[in-house]
């Protein structure tokens, strides 16, 4: 079976730190992944996407940056944290070629 | 992709089928109706997709028009666990399998 596991669960940084999340599926080989945000009460929001190791793409400008260093991992990171980088951040996968995606449990962060 | 609209919210009791409606009346041929329930503090979790035909699963049926101008996901006998925001979301094949999600309705189940 395949799991999805994110990590950290929660995170409280200050405006101006850098950041790290962490995104890994196990059970399913070259998985596409992508990463969404949702602000609080916002909607869910698709960030990156990637279809293969080393290769992400960006779909929307939130001064954050992806990158895919192993087929089962996906990191979301900045060097400055932004107050609007709050929010729930959800990392998800498919198979290649169109299909549901299946999402992992989020992270919550709080940008103070 | 095309937009969708959706009522804000539902209420049901349990043990009740429940019709959720979704219009999608600028859908195009290559656009599949995919549908997403979320409760907060969780991902969002597939429940079922279509493209023409009605479909069936062990959360749900999925009924879509002749036209496919619009589409109902009904959910037969539900319980609390199903108290969730439903997202009806259209995507068309190829791209980068992009998911636009809306406000959906949000489903209350009484007990």
């Known amino acids: 079976a395949q799991t999805i596991h994110q990590w950290p669960v929660a995170e409280i940084k200050a405006v101006g730190s850098p950041l790290s999340l962490g995104c890994t599926i196990k059970g399913k080989s070259s998985p596409n992944l992508y990463w969404y945000w949702q602000a609080t009460g916002g909607t869910l929001q698709q960030l990156f996407y990637?279809?293969?190791?080393?290769?992400v793409e960006s779909v929307v400008q939130l001064n954050l940056s992806a990158s895919r260093p192993k087929d089962d991992q996906f990191i979301l990171s900045t060097e400055k944290l932004l107050l609007s980088h709050s929010g729930f951040y959800l990392c998800a996968w498919s198979l290649q070629g169109p299909g549901e995606q299946y999402f992992g449990p989020g992270t919550r962060l709080t940008v103070l | 992709d095309a937009k969708t609209t959706q009522p804000d919210s539902m209420e049901s009791t349990e043990g009740e089928t429940v019709h959720l409606p979704c219009s999608h009346a600028t859908i195009s041929g290559n656009e599949y109706i995919y549908w997403y329930r979320q409760v907060p503090l969780q991902g969002p979790e597939y429940v079922t997709h279509g493209l023409q035909q009605n479909t069936t699963n062990s959360m749900a049926f999925l009924a879509i028009a002749s036209d496919r101008k619009s589409s109902t996901l009904i959910l037969p006998h539900v319980s609390l666990r199903d108290a969730a925001v439903y997202h009806c979301i259209l995507r068309a094949t190829g791209g980068n399998n992009k998911l636009t999600f809306g406000q959906g309705t949000v489903l209350s189940v009484i007990p």
């Open positions: 990637s279809i293969t190791v080393g290769q």
